[in-house]
Nanobody
Framework: QVQLVESGGGSVQPGGSLRLSCAAS????????MGWYRQAPGRQRELVAT???????NYADSVKGRFTISRDNAKKTVYLQMSSLMPEDTAAYYC???????????WGQGTQVTVSS
């Protein structure tokens, strides 16, 4: 059974930093585009960032220059380094795995990030 397990969420003051991790139990990790999405209360889930196995990245405009997505294919883990956090970054953050050769998608259970003074 595929599992995506997120960690690293928590509470932080505006301007602070957090690093999220997502460990994946995928048999062929490097065939998946990995991503982070977030969902704030009362809002739709939205893309934060994605990264291909080759390292090509894509970011939502709202996080460009503040967040960095990376992956370690040997450890089957994807990371999201978040800096200069703002209250509007408060949301549940979800790890996502999209198989590059089909429409198969997996989701993690989510980890909460709260930015507040």
């Amino acid at each position: 059974q595929v599992q995506l397990v997120e960690s690293g969420g928590g509470s932080v003051q505006p301007g602070g930093s957090l690093r999220l991790s997502c460990a994946a139990s995928l048999s062929i990790f490097n065939r998946y585009v990995m991503g982070w999405y977030r969902q704030a209360p009362g809002r739709q889930r939205e893309l934060v960032a994605t990264i291909t196995s080759a390292g090509a990245t894509n970011y939502a405009d709202s996080v460009k220059g503040r967040f960095t997505i990376s992956r370690d294919n040997a450890k089957k883990t994807v990371y999201l380094q978040m800096s200069s956090l703002m209250p509007e970054d408060t949301a549940a953050y979800y790890c996502n795995a999209q198989y590059s050769l089909s429409t198969t998608v997996y989701w993690g259970q989510g980890t909460q990030v709260t930015v507040s003074s």
